[in-house]
């Protein structure tokens, strides 16, 4: 129920006042519960609300950013090292641009 509640949050919240009423009352319920499982994550968005919030302004998020970070350390992987920093950015663009 829980979870499900937050899910709603992310998936029904149309601003940002309305999510953070939302997250403070799901939060409230969390604290009811008493399951130590979810102190986690209220913890967490205790920490990080503002950056939780600014999601709602247009709902994306930086998951594009992330996958093409884990994309070049995979590429840096694979030649354990990069001497000629010129044809490694040339190779970056030629693949993955």
């Known amino acids: 129920d829980l979870v499900q509640g937050l899910r709603n949050i992310f998936n029904t919240a149309t601003s940002i006042e309305i ?13 009811n519960t008493g399951l130590r499982a979810f102190n986690t994550i209220a913890n967490t968005i205790t920490l990080n609300y503002r950056s ?18 884990a994309k070049i350390k995979a590429f840096r ?6 001497k000629n920093v010129e044809f490694f950015l040339y190779r970056l ?5």
């Open 93 to 97: 663009t030629t693949i993955f641009a």
């Open 19 to 31: 999510a953070y009423t939302k997250l403070a009352h799901w939060y409230k319920d969390v604290e």
């Open 77 to 82: 992987a694979q030649f354990r090292g990069v």
């Open 52 to 69: 939780i919030l600014n999601y709602f302004i247009n709902r994306s998020t930086n998951a594009s950013a992330e996958s093409f970070n």
